[in-house]
T-cell receptor, first 113, second 116 residues
């Protein structure tokens, strides 16, 4: 059965700290791994990692895909209170001829001032 | 960037009512749309995958007669919750992706459904 597991489930840090969020997966015919940030409404897209793009960076956020270990990390440096959110990892792959995304449980990050 | 519009954002209605939720891709052709359900403090649970012009593929445990999905065009998919009951109350989110599986899916803002 396909699954995506994220850790930790929740995390509380202080502003300025660096955090590392983890995502591991077992997905048939893996194609991509995506990171999303969810605040009050629907998730907003952060990064997409594929075999041809295993490392992405945008400002204080960066992500790496390790296809051997079937995992990915999301790093946030110099955290701010605005980074408080749920971070979701989704893995895209083909199952029974259908392309779909499986979401992890999410990591709830709270950044204290 | 890609924009997906979901409507309505909130619905409050009586038990037994059928509710239709629309999901539109505004600036790209969405060959595939996904419908998710999210319970409080939980992750997104895929309900069904919808491809334009064909029947939706439902995940195990999701009643296709309860959750009717139509994807009649490359820019519109609808989810109808038929004869809704309080246990159907949830946050429903759609997403859309284009023809290239190397492009990410983009989400609508979600619909919060409350059945009294």
């Amino acid at each position: 059965e396909d699954k995506v597991v994220q850790s930790p489930l929740s995390l509380v840090v202080h502003e300025g700290d660096t955090v590392t969020l983890n995502c591991s997966y077992e997905v048939t015919n893996f194609r991509s791994l995506l990171w999303y940030k969810q605040e009050k409404k629907a998730p907003t897209f952060l990064f997409m990692l594929t075999s041809s793009g295993i490392e992405k960076k945008s400002g204080r956020l960066s992500s790496i895909l390790d296809k051997k270990e079937l995992s990915s990390i999301l790093n946030i440096t110099a955290t701010q209170t605005g980074d408080s959110a749920i971070y979701l990892c989704a893995v895209g792959g083909y199952t029974s001829g259908t392309y779909k995304y499986i979401f992890g449980t999410g990591t709830r990050l709270k950044v204290l001032a | 960037g890609a924009v997906v519009s979901q409507h309505p954002s909130r619905v409050i209605c009586k038990s037994g009512t059928s509710v239709k939720i629309e999901c539109r891709s505004l600036d790209f052709q969405a060959t595939t749309m996904f419908w998710y359900r999210q319970f409080p403090k939980q992750s997104l649970m895929l309900m069904a995958t919808s491809n334009e012009g064909s029947k939706a593929t439902y995940e195990q445990g999701v009643e296709k007669d309860k959750f009717l999905i139509n994807h009649a065009s490359l820019t519109l998919s609808t989810l109808t919750v038929t004869s809704a009951h309080p246990e159907d109350s949830s946050f429903y989110i759609c997403s859309a992706s284009g023809t290239n599986s190397n492009q990410p899916q983009h989400f609508g803002d979600g619909t919060r459904l409350s059945i009294l």
